[in-house]
Structures are given as structure tokens and as C-alpha cells.
């Protein structure tokens, strides 16, 4: 990357993060210097002032789509964050796109290069060359409003360019998904498709969040937007700005959550982590780290769902060194792993659909699992998996190969049932391999009391590649 947008990104961040402006002698040497945007009639709001640095973010032209493989993305919002022309939006926004085509509420229209987007946090930056002065908004020092104070979300929904919709300040600290490694703000202003990257502002005009998504129940307004906070947004521009990406350390690992009864089904009672389905042959395996390992804590961050370890690593670099604590045959142990380079740089998230409960699954009284195993020379199988039982609410699919139950490998397949119904637990812990998706872990309840509790439909494993 050349000096000078290295420089660029280091200035926007100590400007951004501090909320400061940049001095004019760092201003010659980096950056094109900020013009004033002229004075606003006297009539004219904070709201109407900012709704002129917002920006329309569509794909630039079909072929442009088709060249970058990306039939889907349908374009959303963004604002201008710096009067050189950067823009900062929503990374889904801008999906897999180089080119997109950028519209001001004046009607002036831009090219904009995409030269930089992070998957975990979902943002990105697009550049575009101006023939004038632009107006910008100004990232907030804080995002901590109290709860209740007035906020406005700025962009464009459903087509409706340059809308604006108004709300309040419903909570902090909130999560998407399992994994999403962000602690978005939550707001009550209206959001729908074409929001997404749109700045969420006070009455006087600053930033305190971009705005990304909905409930993942829903695509549409509920009542319920998120976020992103603002100084996390100026961290990552910063960094988006000088290198085109952000370059994280991760552990190697894909984990799914474990809960106090998987926990105990695997030696550890009174304790709960994430259990480890897969292990890299990077970082992880030179660190001594294996499948089945209970992981309870990541750098002094205690783990209870996959989302712990995103956000444990979220500002960590190749190399850093971190102290892993897990329990592994109901044992503990500590062991110091060097991170190596997280290349997920896509990040990609999905939706998790509830499944119906339907308890009848119950025969002459016995607890009925719904799944029959088989031997296939010398390897434990599913066999057919019943509809809406147990064993498929609860994630087994016929031709899964069983590789364990609560750790310990089955010599057969009638060993195998006799250990699952044997087991004085809530829960049988089945260490599985699936084709096409490697190893994971499902917990199996073993009565309907336990099944009841545990509520499928919530997510224990998220298909995204390893933390």
C-alpha cells in the first residue's frame, strides 16, 4: 500500500477516534484540505444539513454486477466522512462489487471505487473523486446517549431515497446473531431494505451509529434497529482507509456453543464454554489444542457463545499471544496460543429459522429418539432419521458418521445407542462428521423435560469458517 493513503488512513483515524479536527499542517501533507461547506439558510434544519452528505450506493451497471459476479446486491446507504470523498456504508452493502454507483440528494451521481470492507464488522469504504466541495458528517466521540434521547436514521429505504425516520435510543450492548462480533446500539427509528450504511444521528447532526439490520427474524421494521457504534466505525474506516482491509489474529478453531449440561456431559459440571468441532493445522494444533476441548476462556474473555470468541479477538493481530483456558477429559488446562492471520476477510453471516417443538415423539411411555445407528464397516452411522423427532429437531441427519458420545468413541453401533440411552445426564454429547461440513457437536436430550428446557432453534453452531 503506498505512503500516502497509509498516511491517509492513520490521519482519519486520529481525527475520527478523537472527534478533533486535523491540524492544517496534517492536513497539506495527507489529505486534500477540508473545504466549508457553505452556511445553511436560516430555515434550514441539522436534519436537512446532514441528508446532504448521504448517499445512494447502487451497483454501477449490469455488466458491472455481472463482471463481479454478484447478481444480488441490491445496493443501500452511506455518508460522506471526509471531504476528499470517502464514504463509509454497510460491507453487504457493497457485497463483492469494485464499482458502484454513488447518488447525492442534489441529484449529482459519482463513480465510487470500493477500496476497502470488513466482513466481521460489516463495514466498508468507497472513494469517489469530487468536482466541488462536499458536505460531510462527523463522527461521534460517544455513542452513549441516554436511553430515550432522540435519535434519526438517514438513508434509503425501499427505494424511497433520502428518507428520514425518527426514534429513540431503546439500549446498548445488543447482538444480532451468535457470532456478529459487535455490540450494536438499539433504536426504535423506522429501518427497511436500503437503510443498510445510512448514518444514525442526533438532533444536532453527529453520527453515533451506522445503521446495519434488523432482527434476523425479519427484514422489515419491527421497532428493533441496530447500529454500529460510532467509534467502532472510526477504528475500522481508519484502518479501511490505509490498507484496505483489517487484518486480525484468529485461533483456528470452529466451536460451538455448550451449555451447563453439555458441559457436565463432558466432564465439567458447573461450567459452560464452547466446545471445539474442528481444529486447523495452524495456530490451534501447534498449540495443543483438539477436538472435544471445552474452551472457557480466550485472552481473559469467558466463553459462552461463539460470538465470545469474535469478540475476544476483535483487536487482535497476527502472532499476539493469548492464554487459552479449556477443560479436556475433565481436566483443566491453560495453554498459550500465537494467533495466526484470520483470512475470513468475507465474514459471512446467515439467518437461523426456529424450528416448531412437537413433543409427541413419545411411544408406551419411552422417550423416543426418532434416529436408528448402523455399523458400516467399522464405522458408526445414522440411519434414518424420523420426521419432526428429536434426533432431526435437534440436528441429526441420516449418514452422519458418530464419532463419539460424550468423548468417547463407540466400538459399534449397538455400544454406541446403549452409551446415548445409558448416560444418568440431561444431555449426550454427539461428536459427529458430516460431509461437506467436517466435524461438529450435537446435544442430544434425553427426555422431554430437558428437551423442553433446551428450546431448539437456537443457534449452537454458526457456518461461518473457523475464529
Known sequence: MNLTRRTLGWFLGAALCLGVALPSTARAAA????????????????????????????????????????????????FVIHASGLILTNAHVVAKLDTVEVTFANGKRYRGKVIGRDGRTDLAIVKIEPDGPLPILKLAKSSRLPLGAKVFALGNPMGNRFSVTSGIISGYDRAYD????????????????????????????????????????????????????????????????????????????????????????????????????????????????????LLLSVGGRKMEVVRDLSMALIDSKPGDKVKVEIVRDGKPLALAVALEADDDLAGERGKVAALAMDMSGTAGGAYNLGFALRGDGGRVL?????????????????????????????????AAMAAIRASKRDVAVLRIQRAGQGTLHVALPLSAEAAKARRPGVPRRFPRGPL
Not at 434497529?225 to 479501511?240: M, N, S
Not at 455448550?258 to 501447534?286: H, N, Q, T, W
Not at 458418530?402 to 468413541?409: H, N, Q, S
Request: glycine share 14%; charged share 20%; net charge negative.
Open 31 to 78: 489529505m486534500p484540505d477540508q473545504p466549508r461547506v457553505a452556511a445553511a439558510v436560516q430555515s434550514e434544519t441539522a436534519i436537512e444539513r446532514a441528508m446532504q452528505a448521504v448517499v445512494a450506493i447502487s451497483p454501477q451497471d449490469a455488466a458491472a454486477r455481472k463482471q463481479n459476479g454478484d447478481s444480488e446486491a441490491a445496493g443501500g446507504s452511506g
Open 382 to 414: 445414522v440411519g434414518k432419521v424420523d420426521e419432526a423427532s428429536i434426533g432431526q429437531m435437534y440436528g441429526l441427519y441420516e449418514g452422519d458418521e458418530l464419532l463419539a458420545v460424550d468423548g468417547v468413541a463407540p466400538r459399534d453401533a449397538a
Open 178 to 293: 451468535v457470532a456478529w462480533p459487535v455490540n450494536f446500539i438499539q433504536h426504535d427509528a423506522a429501518l427497511n431494505p436500503g437503510n443498510s450504511g445510512g448514518p444514525l444521528i442526533t438532533e444536532e447532526g453527529e453520527v453515533i451509529g451506522i445503521n446495519t439490520a434488523t432482527p434476523p427474524e425479519t427484514i422489515f421494521d419491527i421497532g428493533i434497529g441496530l447500529a454500529i457504534p460510532a467509534e467502532l466505525a472510526a477504528k475500522i474506516a481508519a484502518q479501511l482507509v490505509a490498507d484496505g482491509k483489517v487484518v486480525r489474529g484468529r485461533l483456528g478453531v470452529t466451536a460451538s456453543s455448550a451449555d451447563a449440561g453439555m458441559a457436565e456431559a463432558l466432564g465439567a459440571p458447573g461450567k459452560s464454554g464452547l466446545i471445539i468441532d474442528a481444529v486447523g493445522d495452524g495456530a490451534a494444533a501447534r498449540s495443543g489444542l483438539k477436538i472435544g476441548d
